[in-house]
């Protein structure tokens, strides 16, 4: 905990800053969730998929299951527990035991590392193709 230092302002305003401060964090971090929530599960249901693009889509599915196999464990858990557990890289970090910024690095990585795994099986598909 920080001294106080009376010079520099009174407790009062220090303490409506920190409130403040929190609340901003948590409207962000319910609207990162909700974000990540739509993304995983759109509130829009899609159509019925026909049988070629049910394959499309459990290939896609099995390219994303590999890719994710292919990360380092750090990168695996911090991305699932953001991602697929909601957390925030706060939070992450606090389960982990990690430095928040360790976390931020390894989720950044992991994803780069993932898009660039699905855009590669998407080239390699295409090469298929011809």
Do not use: C, W
């Not at 905990?1 to 009376?6: G, N, V, Y």
């Not at 389960?95 to 928040?100: N, S």
């Amino acid at each position: 905990m920080l001294a106080r230092e009376p010079n520099r302002g009174s407790l009062r305003s220090f303490l409506l800053v920190q409130v403040h401060r929190r609340s901003i964090n948590a409207v962000r971090s319910e609207s990162s969730r909700t974000r990540r929530e739509e993304i995983i599960e759109p509130t829009d249901h899609k159509p019925d998929l026909g049988f070629a693009d049910q394959i499309v889509e459990q290939v896609q599915m099995k390219s994303l299951m590999v890719s994710l196999a292919n990360l380092g464990e750090g990168e695996r858990l911090a991305i699932g527990l953001a991602h697929f557990h909601g957390h925030t890289y706060h939070e992450v970090a606090a389960i982990l035991d990690e430095a928040d910024g360790t976390v931020k690095s390894r989720i950044r990585t992991g994803l780069r590392k993932i898009t660039e795994a699905l855009e590669e099986s998407r080239l390699a598909e295409q090469d298929d193709h011809y």
